[in-house]
């Protein structure tokens, strides 16, 4: 499917969650399709960008979660780390979570139960110092397998708007499959996520730590991954719905 393939599909469902992601960082892998498909629920296929498909790990601080149309004030904040793929379902692009590391427990044990999207709770810390982003992540939770990543993201150009990309194919590529699924207790869900196409900075990575690949049972990329940081991205989420094959 092509990047207008991508970008046609409006959104079905109306938000009633909203937040803000800070000082996001996306670390792009490419990966074998004959090796990650299997790792897919039916009925997903993977969504390929030039005959290549890819896994994402997203580290970020969420800002002001809360339900839609409470104030910002009343909303919840804490540092986030998610791995998924990319995937299209009936003619849809969307995005699979392996995993959703959060670390602020209630939201975390909350969000499995209404969202049905796969939240494990973590000890996560997120600190920006100039264009430095460092992020590291271990998760706790009991039963689940663990997990750690621990990385320093460094932006090119500054994180004060200079140096931002002009947003080629492959980034609105990414950033185009706004349906999420997750699978918890072998049963598929999905939600809606409505957010803009930001303005990117290109960003390089050094990775201390990461065992996400390993815990979620997915093929270890070699090769380096691309990185994106972006400082704020305000994004709304649907309710669920149920997936049936």
């Avoid at 072998?186 to 290109?202: H, N, Q, Y």
Wanted: charged share 20%.
């Amino acid at each position: 499917m092509t990047l207008e393939h991508v970008q046609m599909f409006p959104l079905s469902r109306l938000p009633v969650l909203t937040m803000t992601a800070e000082d996001v960082c996306c670390l792009h892998w490419p990966v074998d399709p004959d090796e990650l498909s299997p790792r897919l629920p039916a009925p997903l296929d993977l969504s390929l960008f030039d005959g290549t498909a890819w896994l994402s790990v997203v580290a970020f601080r969420a800002t002001g979660v809360r339900p839609r149309g409470l104030p910002s004030s009343r909303g919840r904040s804490f540092p986030q780390l998610r791995l998924q793929t990319y995937v299209w379902h009936q003619g849809t692009p969307g995005r699979y979570f392996f995993s959703i590391d959060a670390s602020d427990r209630l939201v975390a044990h909350l969000f499995r139960l209404t969202s049905r999207m796969p939240y494990f709770t973590a000890d996560s810390h997120i600190e920006r110092d100039g264009r430095a982003i460092r992020f590291d992540s271990r998760r706790e939770q009991i039963g689940a397998p663990s997990a750690t990543f621990e990385t320093t993201v460094t932006v090119d150009g500054g994180t004060d708007g200079s140096g931002v990309l002009d947003g080629g194919d492959r980034d609105r590529w990414f950033v185009g499959h706004h349906r999420v699924f997750g699978a918890v207790g072998g049963t598929l869900w999905a939600l809606d996520i409505d957010r803009e196409t930001p303005s990117f900075r290109s960003a390089t990575a050094t990775i201390e730590e990461n065992t996400l690949f390993e815990a979620a049972g997915v093929p270890s990329p070699t090769a380096d991954p691309t990185v994106r940081y972006h400082r704020a991205w305000p994004m709304h989420a649907s309710r669920p719905w149920r997936i049936r094959s």
